[in-house]
């Protein structure tokens, strides 16, 4: 099984910056994509940034480009989102994702979520 493991959500004003961290287990598993996603109160979870762990390319919804940026650690088993110019439409619970092989199986496995509130 894997265990991500989520910090660094909290309350900020619009303007501010936070950062989520989220580490993942050791595995049996091949870790292919880490990424966040972020769901709202009466919205549907929407993806935020993906980075592969193996070249390291990234993919950012067009609401947080140039405002967010999502990094790996050097062992590429945790994953960072660096959030700058936060506004209020950024409020959220975020939830790490990671997608895992193992013998051709895609596996997937979520964070328990971290709540992020933009005040203006």
């Known amino acids: 099984q894997v265990q991500l493991v989520e910090s660094g959500g909290g309350l900020v004003q619009a303007g501010g910056s936070l950062r989520l961290s989220c580490a993942a287990s050791?595995?049996?598993?091949?870790?292919?994509?880490m990424g966040w996603y972020r769901q709202a109160p009466g919205k549907e979870r929407e993806l935020v940034a993906t980075i592969s762990t193996s070249g390291g390319s990234t993919n950012y919804a067009d609401s947080v480009k140039g405002r967010f940026t999502i990094s790996r650690d050097s062992a590429k088993t945790t994953v960072y989102l660096q959030m700058n110019s936060l506004k209020p439409e950024d409020t959220a619970v975020y939830y790490c994702n990671s997608e895992w092989l193992y013998h051709g199986v895609r596996l997937v496995y979520w964070g328990q979520g971290t709540q992020v509130t933009v005040s203006s």
């Open positions: 050791e595995s049996i598993f091949s870790l292919n994509v």
